[in-house]
C-alpha cells in the first residue's frame, strides 16, 4: 500500500487542521494506521492510532483531547483532526499502516509500522 499525506499548513495557535492520509494499492480498513510526527533535532514521535476494525484508538498524551484519528472507509483515508493548536505541535507529520494478526491492535511505536507516507508539514505560530 501507498500512503499520501497531505493537509499540513501554517497556522496559529488555537486554529485546527485536518490532515489526511490516503491510501493506494491496499485498503486502508485492512490496516492499522497511525500519525507520527517529527520535529527538527527530535526522534519522531507517536501521535495517534487506530485499529484495524475501526473502533480502537490511542493518543499520545500531549494530544488527548485535541486531536482526533478517524478513517472513511469509501474515500480510502485515514484522517487526524487537530484542535486548539500549540506551537510545540509543530513539525512534519508522518502517516503510516501495518497489516495486523488481530483487528484491535494498534501500536505507538514507529518500528511496529511497514508502510509510511511521505510527511506534511505542520507550523505552528503563537
Known amino acids: 500500500v501507498q500512503l499520501q499525506a497531505s493537509g499540513g499548513g501554517l497556522v496559529q495557535a488555537g486554529d485546527s487542521l485536518r490532515l489526511d492520509c490516503t491510501a493506494s494499492?491496499?485498503?486502508?480498513?485492512?490496516?492499522?494506521t497511525g500519525w507520527f510526527r517529527q520535529a527538527p533535532g527530535k526522534e519522531r514521535e507517536f501521535v495517534a492510532a487506530l485499529s484495524s476494525s475501526g473502533d480502537v484508538t490511542y493518543y499520545a498524551d500531549s494530544v488527548k483531547g485535541r486531536f482526533t484519528i478517524s478513517r472513511d472507509n469509501a474515500k480510502n483515508t485515514v484522517y487526524l483532526q487537530m484542535n486548539s493548536l500549540k506551537p510545540q505541535d509543530t513539525a512534519v507529520y508522518y502517516c503510516?499502516?501495518?497489516?495486523?494478526?488481530?483487528?484491535?491492535?494498534?501500536?505507538?511505536?514507529?518500528?511496529?509500522?511497514?508502510?509510511w507516507g511521505q510527511g506534511t508539514q505542520v507550523t505552528v505560530s503563537s
Open positions: 494499492g491496499g485498503t486502508v480498513s485492512s490496516y492499522a
Open positions: 503510516a499502516a501495518v497489516t495486523t494478526l488481530q483487528d484491535v491492535v494498534v501500536l505507538a511505536y514507529p518500528g511496529g509500522y511497514h508502510y
